[in-house]
Structure formats: structure tokens, C-alpha cells
T-cell receptor, first 117, second 112 residues
Framework: KAGVTQTPRYLIKTRGQQVTLSCSPISGHRSVSWYQQTPGQGLQFLFEYFSETQRNKGNFPGRFSGRQFSNSRSEMNVSTLELGDSALYLC????????????????FGPGTRLLVL | AQRVTQPEKLLSVFKGAPVELKCNYSYSGSPELFWYVQYSRQRLQLLLRHISRESIKGFTADLNKGETSFHLKKPFAQEEDSAMYYCALMRAGGTSYGKLTFGQGTILTVHP
């Protein structure tokens, strides 16, 4: 099976612009989580989507949003970019079976490196 | 709120020596604990999780609820073990969907 893919891999934007990042999960995976990775804060959870619904959200401002499509592909959007948004953005997918007792393993993509100038 | 602490940012050992990467967590409920590894220029990948009780690439980790720890151990380190290691926690069941809480990571270097 192909792994999680993310596009684009690198992105340079200027302050005030907006950006959309894309994530294609492993075939059959229905849950997609997004994380921001920075040298100072490490890996921080942004949000999780399942069946086109956001089920969980981390402590990020409303400028960070996302969505999921019927084929489980997901996008995240950051509006009004700030310098501090420069980071590696990772998405991860998991099976998320209904009624599963344990959380399913998350499989990560290679990330999109965003630089805000 | 849950928290994961990896006290060592850097850890250096020689090939063949035992290695232990420490992980402590704070969470009042039932946690699921994971170790993820990131080799140079590769993506983050699962190494092991506590419920599987497997030994992967010679690594083991035992969940100690009394000490709230999930240390990663290997009796004989190899050069190919050099990587960044992250300990992560997820709430078992409940509504914390898809949220892994990561430690800051430990860079392990195994010298020849």
C-alpha cells in the first residue's frame, strides 16, 4: 500500500497570505490528524477529521482550519500567515474502526515545510 | 491535561552498549503509550506501542503505571539505531480522537 502523501513538500509564503496543504491518507484509512512541528514547541496536535467531521481540535487559533473529503483526503488551511507559522506540518492517518477498544496506530506523511517570510 | 517528558535531548552510546531512553508521562486516566522513531531523512514511524508487547529491532518498553514511565531499552545498541526518538501518549478510548501528545524527543547517537 502506498503511504501517506502530502503536497506540496515545500512552500514559501509571505506574512498575511494564506496557504492550503493537502494530505492523502493510506487507502482504507478514515481518520486524518494534523500536527505542527517546530524546534521550540516540538510536535503539537492541530486537529483530527473522520468521515468529513472534525472530532478533535488542539489549542491553535482559528486561523488554522481543515476539512476532509468523502475519499478521506484532507486539507488544512492557514489564513493571515504569521512568521511564527513557519514549521513542518505533518499529517497522519489511521484506520479508526468503529467501536475499537484501542486507538489505532497513526502513520505519518513526510510533511510540508512551510516558510513564512 | 496530559504531558510527556523526555528528560534527555541527546544521548550518546557506543556500539554494543545498552541504551535506555527515558519517558515519563502525566495523565490521570488510562494512557496508551507509543515510541516513534525518525531516522535521518525519513518520516516519523511507529517503533512500538505498549499494548502490543512486542520487541521491535531489539527494543522493548514496559509501561510502569506506578512510576508513570515508559522507558525504551535495548541491550546492545547498533549504529543504525542512531535517530530521533519520540515518546507519545494517547488517551485510551474516550473522545480524544486522533490526538497524540509527544515528548520533545531524544536524539540517540551510537558511535562505532
Amino acid at each position: 500500500k502506498a503511504g501517506v502523501t502530502q503536497t506540496p513538500r515545500y512552500l514559501i509564503k509571505t506574512r498575511g497570505q494564506q496557504v492550503t496543504l493537502s494530505c492523502s491518507p493510506i487507502s482504507g484509512h478514515r481518520s486524518v490528524s494534523w500536527y505542527q512541528q517546530t524546534p521550540g514547541q516540538g510536535l503539537q496536535f492541530l486537529f483530527e477529521y473522520f468521515s468529513e467531521t472534525q472530532r478533535n481540535k488542539g489549542n491553535f487559533p482559528g486561523r488554522f482550519s481543515g476539512r476532509q473529503f468523502s475519499n478521506s483526503r484532507s486539507e488544512m488551511n492557514v489564513s493571515t500567515l504569521e512568521l511564527g507559522d513557519s514549521a513542518l506540518y505533518l499529517c497522519a492517518s489511521s484506520l479508526a474502526p468503529i467501536g475499537g477498544r484501542y486507538q489505532e496506530t497513526q502513520y505519518f506523511g513526510p510533511g510540508t515545510r512551510l516558510l513564512v517570510l | 491535561a496530559q504531558r510527556v517528558t523526555q528528560p534527555e535531548k541527546l544521548l550518546s552510546v557506543f556500539k554494543g552498549a545498552p541504551v535506555e531512553l527515558k519517558c515519563n508521562y502525566s495523565y490521570s486516566g488510562s494512557p496508551e503509550l507509543f515510541w516513534y522513531v525518525q531516522y535521518s531523512r525519513q518520516r516519523l514511524q511507529l517503533l512500538l506501542r505498549h499494548i502490543s508487547r512486542e520487541s521491535i529491532k531489539g527494543f522493548t518498553a514496559d509501561l510502569n503505571k506506578g512510576e508513570t514511565s515508559f522507558h525504551l531499552k535495548k541491550p546492545f545498541a547498533q549504529e543504525e539505531d542512531s535517530a530521533m526518538y519520540y515518546c507519545a501518549l494517547m488517551r485510551a478510548g474516550g473522545t480524544s480522537y486522533g490526538k497524540l501528545t509527544f515528548g520533545q524527543g531524544t536524539i540517540l547517537t551510537v558511535h562505532p
